[in-house]
């Protein structure tokens, strides 16, 4: 059997949280544009930081959970949904910081760039919901969050300097 993709699953999920209202009346309840909700409704993509994050304040469910499927749906529930992957977090998810979010994704994408190295925007989201969520857990302060961004993207230049610089590495230029 093949493991679901992050495509296959971030469907599924978004699926359970539709349940039985019609797809496009639930996307406009939520907020989201009736065009950019058919493409990774009908293309079944990953949606951009923004929609994610609306989504998920909707519904009241953590990123972790919507894009991978980690730990528990509800992050105030006291009980963990089943995880989709193994190794799943065990701690509740923090709040979404729309702000930080949409910053990480942007610098995330950023230094790819910069570095000459192909990311998906997917991938790029991906890894800002872990760093969201692991500097919503150890800074108080919406104002310092941001401020970890910084530090984010300065590890991710190292980690792509270092990876240019292994032969065996899989991070090429783009």
């Not at 939520?30 to 930081?49: H, L, Q, Y």
């Amino acid at each position: 059997m093949n493991p679901e993709t992050l495509e296959e699953g971030f469907h599924k999920r978004l699926e359970l949280l539709i349940g039985s209202e019609e797809p496009f009346a639930w996307a406009k309840r939520v907020g989201i544009p009736s065009s950019t909700f058919s493409r990774f409704w009908n293309e079944n993509t990953i949606p951009k930081s923004e929609h994610l994050c609306r989504i998920a304040d909707y519904e009241r469910v953590s990123l972790d959970w919507l894009l991978r499927g980690q730990g528990p749906m509800r992050p105030d529930s006291d009980k963990e949904e089943p995880a989709t992957f193994i190794g799943a977090a065990e701690a509740p998810a923090p709040s979404t910081d729309r702000r930080l979010i949409g910053r990480l994704v942007e610098k995330i994408l950023l230094v790819y760039k910069e570095m000459g190295v192909a990311i998906a925007i997917h991938q790029a989201t991906e890894r800002a919901a872990k760093e969201h969520d692991r500097i919503v857990a150890t800074v108080a302060d919406p104002d310092d969050r941001l401020t970890e961004v910084g530090e984010v993207t300065a590890a991710l230049r190292q980690e792509l300097r270092a990876a240019a610089s292994d032969p065996g590495s899989s991070k090429r230029r783009a």
